[in-house]
C-alpha cells in the first residue's frame, strides 16, 4: 500500500506552482467545500474514510 503523505498549505501551493502532479484529497464537511475547493482534487467527507 501507498503511504499518504500529510503537508502543509504552503507545500501545496509550491508544489502546485511547481506543476508537480498530486493527488489531493478535501476530507472537510460539504458545507466548507461549497466555499471553494482546489482544482482537482478529490472530495471525500472525513466521516466517509475508514480505518485502515
Do not use: Y
Not at 23 to 29: A, N, Y
Amino acid at each position: 500500500m501507498e503511504e499518504i503523505k500529510i503537508i502543509t498549505t504552503e507545500e501545496v501551493e509550491a508544489k502546485l506552482e511547481a506543476g508537480e502532479a498530486m493527488e489531493l484529497v478535501d476530507v472537510r464537511e460539504d458545507e466548507e467545500v461549497q466555499e471553494g475547493m482546489i482544482e482537482g482534487a478529490k472530495h471525500i467527507r472525513m466521516n466517509d474514510i475508514g480505518e485502515p
